[in-house]
Structures are given as C-alpha cells and as structure tokens.
C-alpha cells in the first residue's frame, strides 16, 4: 500500500495524535475514513463505468465487422450468379440486356 511500512504509520500516528488531540482524533481518523471510502467507491464507478463503454464500444464494433462480412458475402453470392456469356460472335461491346444496335452503332 503505498511502499508505506509500520515505522512511518507510527510516525504518522504520534503525530496526529500531537496535532489533533488524544479527544478529537477518533472523530478525525472516522472523517479521514469516510473520505478515504467515498473515493473508493467513485473511482470503482468510474472504472465500471469506463470497462461498461469499453464492452458496449467492441459489441458495436463486432456487430459493425459481422453486417460488414455479410455484405461480402451477399456480394460474392450475387457474382457467382452472374454467368459469362460463351457465345463468340457476340460484340464484346454487347452488355446483357442492351440491343444489338447500341447507340452509335
């Protein structure tokens, strides 16, 4: 805890016990206490909080990579539907779909 050894707790002690009092310092050490345990327990909200961000923020992310890898897959699928033509005496300016005299032919 703090490289804080039992010499320098004594040495701690004798001297809040010298500056305090022998009368106020229960009530002293019982504040310093409470103090000490309120900001125990901010900072373990603030760590929960930050490792619930952390979670929430790689969910997002692994959801973003899956509808990512799906699209790719839609995509491959929708390609491999897609069959080249094999008939060789097509103009190879012929697209599907278009006429035989395309525009400007």
Do not use: C, N, Y
């Not at 305090?20 to 929960?48: C, E, F, H, N, Y």
């Not at 697209?95 to 400007?104: A, K, S």
């Amino acid at each position: 805890m703090f490289g804080i050894g039992f010499p320098e707790l004594l040495l701690i002690s004798a001297l809040a016990l010298v500056v305090v009092g022998p009368d106020r310092l229960p009530a002293v050490m019982r504040t310093l206490g409470d103090w000490i345990g309120g900001a125990k327990r901010s900072l373990a909200d603030i760590r929960q909080q930050f490792e619930d961000e952390l979670h929430l923020t790689e969910i997002q992310q692994e959801v973003q990579e899956s509808s990512v890898i799906k699209e790719i897959r839609e995509a491959s699928m929708s390609l491999s539907e897609v069959k080249p033509s094999t008939d060789e005496s097509t103009d190879p300016r012929h697209w599907p779909g278009m006429p035989p005299d395309g525009p400007g032919g």
